[in-house]
C-alpha cells in the first residue's frame, strides 16, 4: 500500500494569469492498494465508478507506462477544500497518476507525470505546482510542457479566504473579454518577472506594488459575492498581495503577521457567505508517497 500526498495549489496569481501556480502546506492524501477489483473507500457515492478522477488518471497512466493491474483500492484519507479554485481536480489526477507508477514498480519521472496530468487537466498552472511544489512558471510550446520552479521565501505566509459558495470554471471563462486593449495586457505582463523575484528575495514592498491584474481579475471579481467587501477587510487589517485563486470563489491574502489571521477571522463573520480564513505557507516539495504495511 502506498499514501500519496498533494499539496492544493492556486492557479494563476494576480498576474500570472493562465500561467503561474504556488503549491500550499494543504494536501489531499490518498491511499493506493493492489485489489482483486475496482474499490473506492470514502469517496461520495456518485464518484465510486470508473469516471472517477483518480482511477482516470491511474488508467491513463498505466496505459502511458503499458502496464496492468487486476484491478485497484482507492481511499481517500484527506481532501483539500473542493470547487473553490485551490486545484481539487489537480490533486486527484496528480494522485491517480502517481499511484500508477507505485503499484506497477515503475520509476517516477516527474516530467513524465506533468506531460500525463496535462494531457488530462488540459493546462499545467495547477498540476505543476502540485507535482513539483513552491512556485512554477508554465506553458505549453508544440504539445510539449515547460516549466520552471521558482523557490518561495519561507518568510511569506498566505491566507486563503473560502467562502461557502463556489464558482464554475466555466462561467469564469466566459466573463472573459475575447479581446484585451494592449495597455492592459502590458500592465500585467510588465509585472511578471517583477512578482516572480519577489517571491524568491522576500521582495514584499515591491510586490505590494506589482501584484495587480488586467487580464482576468477584473472581470472574475464580479463573480465571486462579496469581493469587495473582504478585500476591505484585508486591506484594513494587513495585505501586502491580494489576488484569485484560479477562477475563484477563493481569495489570497498575503501578510507578514499571523496573528491578524484571529482578527480577518472575526470581521469576516459580519459577511454573508460564511467567509473561512486558513493560514497557510508555500509548500516546497510538491507531491510525496510513502511505502505503508497492509
Not at 215 to 230: A, Q
Not at 240 to 266: A, C, M, Q
Amino acid at each position: 500500500m502506498f499514501e500519496v500526498k498533494v499539496p492544493m495549489t492556486s492557479a494563476n496569481v494576480a498576474c500570472g494569469f493562465d500561467t503561474l501556480g504556488i503549491a500550499f502546506q494543504v494536501y489531499s492524501v490518498f491511499d493506493f492498494e493492489l485489489s482483486d477489483k475496482l474499490e473506492f473507500v470514502n469517496f461520495e457515492e456518485e464518484f465510486c465508478n470508473e469516471d472517477n478522477l483518480v482511477y482516470i488518471a491511474f488508467k491513463k497512466t498505466l496505459n502511458f507506462l503499458n502496464k496492468t493491474v487486476k484491478g485497484v483500492k482507492i481511499t481517500l484519507k484527506k481532501q483539500a477544500p473542493i470547487a473553490r479554485g485551490l486545484g481539487s481536480s489537480a490533486t486527484c489526477v496528480v494522485a491517480g497518476i502517481y499511484g500508477a507508477y507505485l503499484l506497477t514498480e515503475s520509476k517516477i519521472n516527474k516530467n513524465d507525470v506533468l506531460k500525463i496530468a496535462t494531457e488530462i487537466e488540459g493546462h499545467p498552472d495547477n498540476v505543476a505546482p502540485a507535482i513539483f511544489g513552491n512556485l512554477c512558471a508554465s506553458c505549453l510550446v508544440d504539445n510539449e510542457v515547460i516549466t520552471v520552479q521558482y523557490n518561495v521565501d519561507d518568510r511569506f505566509n498566505f491566507v486563503a479566504l473560502i467562502p461557502n459558495f463556489e464558482t464554475k470554471t466555466a462561467d469564469a471563462r466566459k466573463v472573459l473579454p475575447k479581446e484585451l486593449a494592449l495597455k492592459d495586457a502590458i500592465f500585467s505582463l510588465s509585472r511578471l518577472g517583477i512578482v516572480l523575484r519577489s517571491f524568491e528575495n522576500y521582495d514584499i514592498n515591491t510586490l505590494k506594488k506589482v501584484l495587480a491584474d488586467k487580464i482576468h481579475e477584473p472581470y472574475r471579481k464580479n463573480l465571486i459575492y462579496e469581493y469587495d467587501e473582504v478585500r476591505d477587510i484585508c486591506e484594513t487589517v494587513e495585505s501586502y498581495g491580494f489576488f484569485i485563486s484560479g477562477s475563484g470563489s477563493t481569495l489570497i491574502n498575503i501578510i507578514t503577521d499571523e496573528n491578524k489571521v484571529e482578527i480577518i477571522k472575526e470581521k469576516l463573520k459580519n459577511l454573508k457567505y460564511d467567509w473561512k480564513a486558513l493560514f497557510v505557507k508555500a509548500d516546497k516539495e510538491g507531491t510525496t508517497f510513502e511505502e505503508r504495511n497492509v
